[in-house]
């Protein structure tokens, strides 16, 4: 009985490890393509950015704001190791 409770134990922590880090993986490749978009809209990309329709525009960074509200979400499935090393303040979801 023992034995099954540990590896049901291990079981468990290796899908979460897993887990963090396929969030691990989502989130540097998120973080990835939105520093690639704002590449596009300052420094000398704006001029180009700017001369584009405001529907374009307001598209534009419609999907950079979701890119962003995504990185959000997945920063905080991503479990803290301790309270005290928290970011979060140790408010955990």
């Given at each position: ?15 979460q ?53 995504e990185?959000d979400f ?18 955990h979801?």
């Open positions: 009985m023992a034995a099954a409770i540990v590896a049901h134990s291990c079981e468990s922590h290796q899908l490890e897993k887990s963090v880090t396929g969030n691990i993986d989502a989130l540097t490749a998120k973080t990835s393509q939105l520093r690639a978009m704002l590449c596009i809209v300052y420094g000398d990309g704006y001029e180009t950015f700017a001369a584009h329709s405001g529907e374009i525009k307001h598209n534009y960074l419609w999907l950079a704001a979701e890119l962003a509200k990185i997945i920063a905080h499935e991503i479990p803290c190791p301790s309270e005290t090393a928290c970011p979060r303040g140790g408010e979801a």
